[in-house]
């Protein structure tokens, strides 16, 4: 349903370079800071998936999330996203992947693609990866290119509002995507402003979002349905 891992090795060189360096450097567990650990038992443990349908559904398309956003699986990702952790990648993608399995299993048998919700060109070249792109990978499947991303400020610190204000019109397709059909792809939902945007860009060019994977959900967004319900 969806493709597997594909593409040439220089898309994946500048993040298995930092995979190589936090071998021969001194590292610390990315979620706890144990010594000589990128990730620690206790740690990965908690990164365990329990998928959950989001509610409400962003851009009213059926969503799932992997993971809280809090705790140990908020500091993980953080430093995943902000401090160069693609050591944490392995275990954040293979999250991701029971996300995207549970976005998956209500859909037809028609092919998808997974897009994803890229980055800015400023954050890519100051992380030096799309941590999107990257989980994408880690979990086994290989992202189409349908999105690009404009210039805006950091979510981080804005209300729903405002969050909804700085993703409008955020996002656009490069060409025509007549007909292809989308699991769209992000890394944490808070209030769903940037997914919508996304799906917004997707529609437009032609194509549908089917369902929505994360691979965590924040707090501020209530009702919870377990993967087996």
């Not at 990315?30 to 620690?40: N, S, T």
Request: charged fraction near 25%.
């Amino acid at each position: 349903m969806i493709p597997p891992v594909a593409g040439p090795w220089p898309t994946r060189a500048p993040a298995a370079l930092l995979d190589a360096l936090s071998l021969l450097l001194p590292v610390a567990c990315a979620g706890c800071g144990e010594p000589d650990r990128g990730l620690c038992d206790g740690c990965r443990s908690a990164l365990a998936p329990r998928p959950v349908r989001v509610e409400p559904r962003p851009a009213g398309v059926a969503t799932w999330a992997a993971l809280e956003y809090e705790g140990t699986a908020a500091r993980v990702i953080r430093a995943f996203k902000d401090d160069g952790r693609t050591d944490a990648a392995r275990a954040l993608g293979a999250a991701l992947r029971h996300s995207l399995a549970a976005a998956a299993g209500g859909l037809d048998p028609t092919p998808r693609e997974i897009a994803v919700v890229p980055s800015t060109a400023a954050a890519r070249r100051t992380r030096g990866y799309d941590p999107v792109r990257l989980l994408v990978r880690r979990a086994g499947f290989a992202p189409a290119q349908v999105l690009r991303a404009g210039r805006r400020a950091d979510q981080a610190a804005l209300g729903r509002e405002a969050r909804r204000l700085n993703a409008d019109g955020s996002f656009a397709a490069p060409g025509r995507l007549d007909g292809r059909r989308f699991v769209l792809v992000d890394d944490v939902v808070t209030t769903g402003s940037t997914l919508a945007d996304a799906a917004r860009a997707i529609r437009e060019a032609g194509g549908s979002v089917d369902a929505i994977s994360v691979l965590a959900r924040t707090r501020l967004r209530i009702g919870r349905v377990d993967a087996d319900a």
